[in-house]
């Protein structure tokens, strides 16, 4: 029997303690954030390079014709501040004065800290809190002081959270709205996997929520201010320990790649399509991702070609030395490239079938891809518009000189592109299809059979049954 879950307060406010991840590139916008806080839950506007609108109501395709990558990532921060702030007064209308508007943005994003407060400037009382994850969000305490909302740091253990706390947060704690612990195995997205954890063994949430919640004890933070689990959260029904467990303290959760599926989300039907045919197994936790951190994805052919050009990969050096005394005769021009004899003869294979240019990677290696991938590199490598921090994938770096002073590492692609071309249309497969290790249920659940796509507020009532 399914324990069934009480209203709380946040904000002010009577909530669900049911939270919408917020999701970008505009995979969670106005629309079904909106939806989700008129259904009485915590909604989460994406203010990841959100989509603004022309006065006609149509979306105002994000072009850059700056010269230089500074100039296209101004541009970039202004689009994401105008797009976010379009979102946050759209969802705020919709809400109607119920649940809760959150935002979210990932601290390893371009310019993260002007974008917050060019949105948070422009949206006094329509937001309830930020939510930050990906990164160290030391100063989101300080900046959402400055506005008056709540901070919500999103963590995948207990350590992230008191290193943050003992920095930043412990000179904010009424603003604390919440601490999301996201499982770094099995949440959709981008990933909070440390060194000390490994990919391939995932451990079970529950005594690590319980390690959180036991450090926030420490830190003489009450048992009211929720942990939100998110990740792998699908049936409540299987959430019954966490329910009214004191050794918990108060529990919300939240659901990122279930609300894919209603009506009011804003992605393209033929992304929603692709999630009813997920099986279990299809989402692969990989570290392609130019921000240097795990994400999971659907292994769609997209995802399936990244991890071909990882594979077509041989160690190199520039002079004979070691195991490295043959000289490469595919792929590269030159003589200065010296590689094992197993690997010359991989290299030939590769030639032979189209793979005939081989890349440097910054680890002395190279990969093999054809023609027409090496100028579709090259191209998103020139048009980047410095979307993140740090780019593994083109080297921008956002602030002193402009480069991580390592080379741009073909092994990667441009996610900022990836996710535009998907939320707004492009084939599927070709794309970088986030979702979660859950996602597989959208084939089994009953509550999806003949093709039900539920609204909003149907799937929060069928959630707040247990199913
Ligand atoms: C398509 C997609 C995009 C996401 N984008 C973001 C994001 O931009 N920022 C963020 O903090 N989390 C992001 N997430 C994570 C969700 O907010 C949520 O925490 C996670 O999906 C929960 O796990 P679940 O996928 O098992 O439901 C994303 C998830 C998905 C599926
Ligand atoms: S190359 Fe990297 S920083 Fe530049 S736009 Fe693409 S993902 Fe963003």
């Known amino acids: 029997m399914f324990k069934g879950l009480k209203p709380i307060q946040y904000a002010g406010r009577e909530v669900w303690p049911l939270v919408e991840g917020g999701k970008g590139v505009s995979a969670t916008n106005h629309a079904s954030s909106g939806a989700w806080a008129a259904a009485g839950g915590i909604g989460t506007v994406s203010a990841v390079n959100a989509d603004s609108y022309d006065d006609d109501g149509n979306v105002i395709p994000q072009t850059y014709d700056g010269r230089t990558r500074t100039d296209r990532h101004e541009q970039l921060v202004r ?48 937001v309830q809190g930020v939510t930050c994850g990906a990164g160290m969000p030391y100063r989101l305490s300080e ?52 060194n000390a954890e490994d990919p391939t063994k995932p451990e079970d949430p529950f005594p690590r929520v319980k390690q959180l919640r036991d450090m926030m004890r420490a830190e003489g933070i009450s048992d009211d201010l929720p942990i939100v689990m998110a990740g792998g959260v699908w049936f409540l029904r299987d959430w019954n320990d966490w329910i009214d467990n004191p050794e918990l303290g108060q529990i919300m959760f939240q659901y990122g790649t279930r609300p894919l599926l209603t009506q009011e989300s804003p992605i393209p039907d033929l992304w929603k399509d692709e999630l009813t045919k997920i099986e279990e197994g299809d989402v692969l936790l990989h570290k392609f991702s130019p921000t240097g951190f795990y994400s999971s994805a659907v292994k769609n052919p997209f995802l399936r070609s990244l991890e071909g050009r990882s594979e077509r990969q041989i160690p190199f050096s520039t002079e004979k030395a070691g195991e490295h005394i043959h000289q490469l005769d595919v792929g590269v021009k030159g003589k200065n490239f010296w590689v094992a004899a197993g690997d010359l003869l991989r290299a030939r ?28 590199i090259r191209k998103d490598q020139a048009d980047c518009m410095g979307c993140l921090s740090h780019c593994g994938f083109s080297s921008w770096k956002d602030h002193d000189n402009y480069s991580t002073g390592r080379l741009a590492d073909p092994r990667s692609f441009c ?38 796509v539920p609204t909003v507020e149907q799937l929060v009532e069928r959630i707040l049954t247990g199913d």
């Open 415 to 452: 996610i900022q592109k990836s996710l535009q071309n998907i939320a707004h249309g492009a084939d599927p497969d070709e794309n970088l299809m986030f979702a979660g290790h859950a996602a597989y249920n959208f084939k089994t659940d009953p509550f999806y059979s003949n093709g039900f």
């Open 79 to 126: 689009y994401a501040i105008d797009g976010a702030v379009a979102q946050v007064e759209r969802a705020h209308e919709i809400a109607g004065g119920k649940g809760a508007i959150n935002i979210n943005v990932l601290w390893e994003q371009g310019g993260a800290e002007q974008v917050l407060h060019g949105v948070l400037e422009r949206t006094r009382g329509k």
């Open 143 to 194: 900046i959402a002081q400055q506005y008056g909302v709540y901070y919500l740091p999103i963590v995948s253990s207990g350590r992230a959270f008191r290193a943050l706390w003992k920095r930043a947060y412990h000179k904010v704690p009424d603003l604390l709205g919440a601490v999301v612990y996201e499982d770094p195995w099995l949440a959709g997205g981008h990933n909070g996997l440390s």
């Open 349 to 376: 294979e590769w030639d032979q079938q189209g793979y005939t240019t081989a890349l440097k990677t910054p680890d002395n290696t190279l990969v093999f891809v054809t023609p027409d991938e090496r100028a579709v």
